[in-house]
């Protein structure tokens, strides 16, 4: 079955550069959010959008902005990049905000190093 | 090795013994709670959810516990494995969607 697709799996950027992260939902999903993981911590929600709208926003830096398109891809835009922004950053895929069910399916994550 | 009531960072258990693992939360308006599987350098995996209006849902070698008067989660997991050995997160689910994580718990499965 078709999971959700994140790229790049890996990005090495230096400080105060720019970077984008691109998900791919699973078919049929319209849900799509966004979390950041720094070393043994846990997921923190950053964003999510529903049918192409934000549906709620979390703890997103005023850096980075994200959105989401017509065939249900997610983009997070990331700018002025400092040393702390490095982490994993997961996106996850639901129908309908999950209206049913607690499950998020989340994709293998991209991992940001920040030098 | 089992361990109950507290929120515990690592937990060690032998293979074929029966694993608790525990969890507080503190949104009383979520309408599910999660818990999520993450092995190292992956994402979260979904082993299980509860519904708020209930207390105890069984899968397959796992059971979650949601006490709903002290704001306590539970998992259970039965025999357990090597390929259990794994970082748990409870999770709880807001309408919007969106799933908001706790602590984890590492599993650490000895042979």
């Known amino acids: 079955a078709a999971g959700v697709i994140q790229s790049p799996r890996h990005l090495i950027k230096e400080k105060r550069e720019t970077a984008t992260l691109k998900c791919y939902p699973i078919?049929?999903?319209?849900?799509v959010y966004w979390y950041q993981q720094g070393p043994g911590q846990d997921p923190q929600f950053l964003i999510s959008?529903?049918?192409?709208?934000?549906?709620d926003k979390g703890s997103i830096p005023d850096r980075f902005s994200a959105q989401q398109f017509s065939d249900y891809h997610s983009e997070l835009n990331m700018s002025s990049l400092e040393l702390g922004d490095s982490a994993l950053y997961f996106c996850a895929s639901s129908l309908g905000q999950g209206a049913n069910t607690g499950e998020l399916f989340f994709g293998e994550g991209s991992r940001l190093t920040v030098l | 090795g089992e361990s109950v009531g507290l929120h515990l960072p690592t937990l060690s258990v032998q293979e074929g013994d029966n694993s608790i693992i525990n969890c507080a939360y503190s949104n009383s308006a979520s309408d599910y709670f999660i818990w999520y599987k993450q092995e190292s350098g992956k994402g979260p995996q979904f082993i299980i959810d509860?519904?708020?209006?209930?207390d105890k849902r069984q899968g397959q070698r796992v059971t979650v516990l949601l006490n709903k008067t002290v704001k306590h989660l539970s998992l259970q997991i039965a025999a357990t494995q090597p390929g259990d050995s794994a970082v748990y997160f409870c999770a709880e689910k807001s309408l919007a969607g969106k799933s908001t994580f706790g602590d984890g718990t590492t599993l650490t499965v000895k042979p």
């Open positions: 959008f529903y049918e192409k709208m934000q549906s």
């Open positions: 509860i519904r708020s209006n209930m």
């Open positions: 078919p049929r999903h319209d849900t």
